[in-house]
């Protein structure tokens, strides 16, 4: 006969005092860390301000020409509420918000953070642009100057809350973004009727442009492109960023503003967020959960085989998505459909391999070896371990075929590995450029050298060594004009 388990009276006292310890224990660490964020520097004009003319799914906007006439509307508040309050002087020689600074947006030839269109008047494709989280327009720079001369429309779209302040991220919604991006998509359609338009989308940017071919398999009233390119793509986040919105509810109830942010951080770079909202993470999750939903939903509904064609480009060594999580979370997921895959392995010089922490081949190798797969891998490493020279390996998919390669350029001296954020810069890239940039009226960001005792700087020492730039962006540039047959001039 079983032995029946008693709780004493005892016993019960002691799982009361536990519980009631635990609890208060928790308690104390929730006041330690809402005091260690309330101890951050305090928040300024630019991440208070309230811009109600920005963008939303439920403004009444039905065209991407009243996009543009809100956009100028949005911008014009901009100068009204932050850069009339903000004073000019040395003291704020690099901050974006204080007129003819270095880092001034608005003082610059052409300021890239709104929607930019780049025509043709017989156009041989269209091609639709969007950026990344906390970004602006400026990043799809550089690739849009490439597809327009060779003949496509370009439309770099400014997504709701970027280009402007970094309040702008503190509400807005991944649905504002998706809703823009349908706009935008839709004059795509308009402007080339008769010709083929593709998306194009980095970091949150590519989050949005699966998330739009995805749709556009369901929904008939959505243009299809014609092929789909992601650069460093936001398709997996950790499952941590579904917590990190409780962080900015607790500073309501609060009544710390504070609490709404991740980073409080100088506003110097013109076109990117140096303070990055608890909101800006949490809709990332959003987005990226809402992508496997309807990966799922359109699989049992067998549309996924008519997917657009996907080029993607991913660094090994992203510390902001991983290639195993783009595999994992999309390209396995679909069917074979002339997808493939472009990994920037780490510079695998012999001196330089004796300094890593861990060697992402690790991570990938199984995807090097797996015959069964659905998409092409192309892998860009060093011909061998005491090379600098760099060649794109190619492998088909299902495939036991040797992998062709192509010679794609060098290592430059120093640096180990690409970023998250370098693969959309060239070398030659007046602001994020390396030690090639062009001449920039303003701020140079791309080749920090500061030195100096740890722990002084605002800037972190990562974000100052942070490769700004992809050396190989011509092999990106050329893979992306073929893809879209754009590679030869009309």
Known sequence: MARQFRITRATLQVLKYLAAWLCGVFIAVVIAYVMLLNDRPDLSVWHVVELDAEYSADSEVTSFAEYLQLEQRLFEQLGTLVYDKVASGPENAINRYSRGSLSDPSALPVNWNRSFELKHAAPRASVLMLHGLSDSPYSMRALAAGLHQQGANVLGL?????????SGLVDVRWQDMAAAVKLAAKHMQEVTPDKPWYLVGYSNGGALAVDYALASLDDASLPKPAGVILLSPEIGVSDSAAFAVWQGRLGRVLGMDKLAWVSVLPEYDPYKYGSFAVNAGDLAYRITA??????????????LQNMAPILAFQSSTDATVTATALVKNLFARLPPAG?????????????SSILLKQDPREEFAPLLEDSSRGFDLTVVTNENSRSPRVRAFTAKGNSSASASSVYIGDWPSGVYSLSHVALPFPPDDPIYGGPEAADAAGIQLGNLALRGERGVLQLSA??????????????VEQRTLHFTSLEESP
């Open 290 to 303: 809402h992508i496997q939903q309807q990966l799922s939903t359109l699989q049992e509904k067998g549309k």
């Open 339 to 351: 997808h493939e895959l472009v990994l920037f392995d780490i510079n695998r010089r012999v001196e």
């Open 462 to 475: 990562d974000d100052a060594v942070r490769l700004r730039w992809n050396p190989f962006f011509d092999y």
């Open 158 to 166: 400014r997504l709701p809350g970027h280009g402007t302040a970094p």
